[in-house]
């Protein structure tokens, strides 16, 4: 069956690094990838989308990755600050799906 | 412009009682999702409606569980005979024009606790 896995284990980090998250597939062959960053009480908040024929995105301080040889996404904050503090999900869809489907989550912490 | 609101944003009922949960999708948007979150879990499938299109209801996990969407904009989902497993926050989300790509704008959700 079709599994996402995302690192359960809280990622903690000091200010100012470089924070990198995880997103890895199985039984799956996604024409898209999305992360998305949740704070506590809110809904998720779209972050990027990166498509299958593409290797990499890049918004302000972010990159993600995509490697369908692997069958891994990497999520990265650069220069990471306390308010990036959340709960990063990322979501995969295949073509023609209008439903994705969500990872549960990592949490990350940004220590000052 | 107003983001995806969602009402109430808590509930508290007894098992056995029915419950609705709404949700305002944003303006102009077609496309509206519900999921369900548990905690320490990820988002779970429960719904999907597409302009006038017959709704994607592969993710209700049982008959006690029903949306309706209304005119294109509101949505209300409705769980009847609640039980003590239902509890979750229950997240709306709406999406324009329904592309496989196009991010999900979501609501803060509906904390529903079943005692």
């Known amino acids: 069956s079709q599994k996402i896995e995302q690192n359960s284990e809280a990622l903690n980090i000091q200010e100012g690094k470089t924070a990198t998250l995880t997103c890895n597939y199985t039984?799956?062959?996604?024409?898209?990838l999305q992360w998305y960053r949740q704070d506590p009480g809110r809904g998720p908040v779209f972050l990027l989308l990166?498509?299958?024929?593409?290797k990499e995105k890049r918004k302000e301080r972010l990159k993600v990755t995509f490697d369908t040889t692997l069958k891994q996404s990497l999520f990265h904050i650069t220069a990471s600050q306390p308010a990036d503090s959340a709960t990063y999900l990322c979501?995969?869809?295949?073509?023609?799906?209008?439903?994705?489907?969500f990872g549960r989550g990592t949490s990350l912490i940004v220590h000052p | 412009g107003a983001g995806v609101s969602q009402s109430p944003s808590n509930k508290v009922t007894e098992k056995g009682k029915d419950v609705e949960l709404r949700c305002d999708p944003i303006?102009?948007?077609?496309?509206l999702y519900w999921y369900r979150q548990s905690l320490g879990q990820g988002l779970e499938f429960l719904i999907y409606?597409?302009?006038?299109?017959?709704?994607?209801k592969s993710g209700l996990p049982s008959d006690r569980f029903s949306a309706e969407r209304t005119g294109g904009s509101v949505s209300t989902l409705t769980i009847q005979r609640t039980q003590q497993e239902d509890s979750a926050v229950y997240l709306c989300?709406?999406?324009?024009?329904?592309?496989?790509?196009?991010?999900?704008?979501f609501g803060p959700g509906t904390r529903l606790t079943v005692l």
């Open positions: 989300a709406s999406s324009s024009q329904g592309f496989t790509y196009n991010e999900q704008f």
């Open positions: 039984n799956y062959s996604p024409a898209y």
């Open positions: 990166i498509r299958e024929n593409e």
């Open positions: 979501a995969l869809g295949s073509g023609g799906s209008y439903i994705p489907t």
């Open positions: 303006s102009g948007h077609t496309a």
């Open positions: 409606f597409q302009g006038n299109s017959a709704p994607d």
